[in-house]
């Protein structure tokens, strides 16, 4: 049986592709240098090295500056993938080794840590009382972007939807309603909504607001954007505007809202979302598995 040749492949460093990714996250060579602990002169003679074992060069000299080549985005994006799965297996292999399953870094949505997790985390790390959990707070689209540079193991947000190299495990569908301020009569119809107080801009669900609120004829004039559902609901309560919220957080507490219409205006998924590919932390499937319970 006649086996196809096997590929030859660059004979590149970890630091050198470290020293590539390092550029393109920072605005100068000296930063990324600073960044990295080495000397601009080091760094210069690694990105030559990296240049001369893949056969291409990555930079073009303009003048004093040294700018990329049309490829030289791509290539970088592979040293990303590598070292983030280099890390990732690195850690799990030490964790392993070691007899224990280390940190846990787990990134969550507002609501999804004060609301429809917390009972299944307190439980999860009870019985898991040796295992570090770190956690982080933040919006969908931080939240993936720490996920794909593989500075968190697991991300319960939004479902991103196709969206990235990431795989995702359904939890729950959260509702959003129109809340109007206070005073405001019932039955008002949609063309004489507003003014409105809601996510910024570049969240996924303000799109999704957004086009249900077009959809329905709701006059869009936006007065506030806030990421804090709770600014969101006092603002509303002193009479600034309307708003969209999950129902969760609207409707929760002391200082509740009303309801402008009875259904919800729109719904999302809540889902456990990791990496696609690569080593995978120990204790991401059974915290995912703690969630669904």
């Known amino acids: 049986m006649v086996h196809p040749p096997v590929p030859v492949l660059p004979n590149v460093s970890t630091s050198q592709l470290a020293y590539l990714v390092a ?29 001369r074992r893949l056969g ?3 930079f073009a000299a303009d003048g004093r500056r040294r700018v ?18 280099l890390e990732q297996v690195t850690r799990w292999v030490r964790s392993v080794g070691a007899g224990q399953v ?12 004060v609301h429809h997790c917390r009972d299944a985390v307190r439980r999860f790390r009870r019985a898991h009382a040796t295992l ?3 956690f982080t707070v933040a919006p969908t689209g931080e939240l993936l972007g720490r996920l794909e540079r593989s500075e968190l193991d697991v991300a319960v947000c939004v479902d991103p939807e196709g969206v990235g190299r990431f795989d995702s495990v359904p939890l729950l ?13 019932a039955g008002v119809p949609p063309a004489q909504w ?6 910024p801009a570049d969240s996924r669900t303000r799109t999704a607001i957004d086009r249900r609120l077009r959809a329905i004829g709701a006059p869009l004039v936006v007065e506030m954007e806030s990421h804090q559902p709770e600014v969101l609901v006092e603002m509303v309560r ?34 456990a979302v990791t990496r696609h590919g690569g080593a995978q932390h120990p204790a991401v499937a059974p915290f995912i598995a703690a969630l669904g319970r």
């Open 23 to 51: 550029i393109t996250r920072h605005r100068t060579w000296g930063e990324a240098a600073s960044s990295l602990g080495v000397t601009p002169s080091a760094l210069s003679q690694g990105i030559a090295e990296l240049e």
């Open 56 to 58: 291409v060069p990555l």
């Open 68 to 85: 990329p080549h049309e490829h030289t985005a791509a290539v970088a994006a592979v040293a990303e993938r590598v070292l983030a799965d």
């Open 102 to 113: 280390g940190r846990l870094r787990v990134g969550m949505i507002d609501i999804a840590a």
């Open 132 to 134: 570090d959990v770190g």
């Open 173 to 185: 569908r959260d509702h959003l309603a129109v809340y109007a301020p206070p005073g405001v009569p």
């Open 194 to 199: 507003g003014p409105w107080l809601l996510f």
């Open 238 to 271: 002193l009479g600034l505007g309307w708003t969209v919220l999950p129902t969760t957080q609207a409707e929760h507490g002391q200082h509740r809202l009303a309801r402008a219409m009875d259904e919800p205006l729109l719904s999302r998924t809540i889902s």
